[in-house]
């Protein structure tokens, strides 16, 4: 392969795509945690008085139309989406797994019933397949979180189902059967151990795409419900005054943008640092 | 083996190279399509929503509220009910929306049209880009062109797309006025259209009053464009790791050692390697071409199917939301089931 030589003078190799997705992050996640910190506001005071304020010193980032202040609405807005996402993760990843590597492992028929129903969840609309989740179970951070979990589970279960498939023949499996380990027991000490890495890989990869789901699911006002300070709500919020405080919205949107980005690039530098053939 | 007479072979091979793999993938699709139902038929059970209890209100007494029940075969069985949902689906009953009074099928099929146009012109525009950058950034991996189809294509995979429509109101309509705004037309043109077939470019067109249909133009191309690149994105990110995994194979490195170009190394020994992928790369965006446009339309005041599904989900409306996700999941299905049997057609490989 050609590689640009002006590129590599200019580029540091340091700053290659995990490290930099690492790092935003490690920001996302600090700012979240300490929010009271990074800001004498609190998000849910409301200041009529100041209402639609613009950016001043005061006011990093202008004020809502309750007059909150947006600074720290965005700061505090990172919390209820890392935990949400979370969530999600939690309850996919084991999921898919269990799913993946019973198909893979026994096979037969168990495999059949387990992939097709995989595959049925994986060609539905996930946003549409949520929000109407969402409709029935009533909005909210656990709903959001179980909606969104409904149809993000297959990706885990198809990869972990390929993987077990490639360890069945696998030398050591036979050596742990033959020590006599079987059934549970060398599903959860010797197969899962070997599908994790992957796994995590996935969900780095998948987190973003989360994001940008949960902040839709709160931007139609389905997410997390109000008064908490929710990027997805906070931007519909602003979509009213949109042409005359254009900041209101656009502030919370890019703080959804940064942090689907952090992780689509952390995602990309795990799958680079773990899969050779992708490039670099 | 005689070429005057196919022989049996000739058939049976057809059969088991062509056909049984064009069944089998019906098949699945079928009951992928099953599966959809049970689902929405679940969740309209689960509803909090007593439809009984809709019909006949608060004060009926209780004969009148079984005997509701009992029209609406609630007092049946859940395997029948199921059935019963089956038939009436089949037949193309989903309901009566709370919000317009009207048959959710009627609702849908005005609204469809309106989302498939948007989805249409957008997938057309972020394919032939999305392609064109994939292939660029393959011509020359690691290039300037390469670093900013990857910058590209990351920046539009990660943004919030409603957000993006409503930046694009701003400066687009508020502040250039380049674009004609929320809507599909202006409401002198709406309301005095001779051709309704639900596509307004289209009927514009026909109108062949260059007014009208500069006015639709102007209506599409913001969140035509918003669309498109989400799409760009998405084909632009997946093509890319595709064909430059393909360009580190041996018989690329063959072609190479015997002196053929790049472009041409590119366009007849990567491109149709990479061509069933490539199907089932576009059918993926268009699918989600179809659920972007749920948040694109609410930005847009769009009248299509995404529209329709929020203000039904505000109203708590039902049958209106499970009547548009079943549509829309069928619409993923049977793009999926398309996209798989046209890359076994055209993959020898995948047969």
Known sequence: MIINSINQKVWPKWLNTFNLGLSLVVILVFIAISAPLLTDYDPNIQNIAQRLAPPTQEHLLGTDRFGRDLFARVLYG?????????LVIMITVPIGLLIGICAGYFGGWTERVLMRFT?????????????????ILGPGLMNGALALAFTSWPSFARQARTETLALRRSDYLAAAKMQGISGWRLIIGHILPLCLPSAIVRAALNLGGIILSAAGLGFLGMGIQPPAAEWGSMVANGSRVIFDQWWVAAVPGCAILYASLAFNLLGDGLRDKMDPRHDK | MTLSIPSTGVIRRFWTRRL?????????????????????????????????????????????????????????????????????????????????????VDDLAMAF?????????AMFFGALIGILLASLAVYKPGSILDHIARMISLLGYSVPVFWLGLLGL?????????SAGPGRLDDIYTYTMEYNSGFVLYDAIRTGESE??????????????????????SITRLLRAVMLEESNKEYVVLAQAKGASRLRILLSHIFPNVLGTLITILALSYTSLL????LTETVFAWPGLGRYLTSALFASDTAAVLGTTLLIGTCFVTLNAIADAL?????????
Not at chain 2, 113 to 121: F, K, Q, R
Not at chain 2, 343 to 351: A, E, H, K
């Open chain 1, 78 to 86: 990172a919390r209820p989406t890392l935990l949400l996402v979370s």
């Open chain 2, 212 to 233: 009208i249909i500069l006015n639709a133009i102007g209506h599409l191309w913001l969140p035509v464009a918003v669309l498109a690149l989400l799409s760009m994105a």
């Open chain 2, 20 to 104: 049984q793999p064009l069944m089998s993938g019906f098949l699945s699709f079928l009951l992928t399509l099953f599966g959809l139902l049970v689902f929405t038929f679940i969740l309209s059970r689960a509803a909090p929503i007593d439809p009984a209890l809709q019909l006949v209100g608060d004060h009926a007494s209780e004969a009148t509220y079984q005997q509701a029940r009992h029209q609406l075969g609630l007092d049946q069985p859940l395997p029948m009910q199921f059935f019963n949902y089956l038939s009436q689906m089949l037949q193309g009953d989903l309901g009566v929306s709370q919000i317009t009074q009207q048959p959710v």
């Open chain 2, 113 to 121: 049209p309106a989302t498939v146009e948007l989805a249409t012109v």
């Open chain 2, 343 to 351: 890359t076994r057609w055209v993959d020898p490989r995948t047969r």
């Open chain 1, 119 to 135: 595959d049925i969840v994986m060609s539905l609309p996930s946003l549409v397949i949520a929000l109407a989740l969402v409709s």
């Open chain 2, 170 to 178: 701003l400066f687009f309509y508020a502040t250039l006025h380049w």
């Open chain 2, 291 to 294: 659920e972007g446009a749920v």
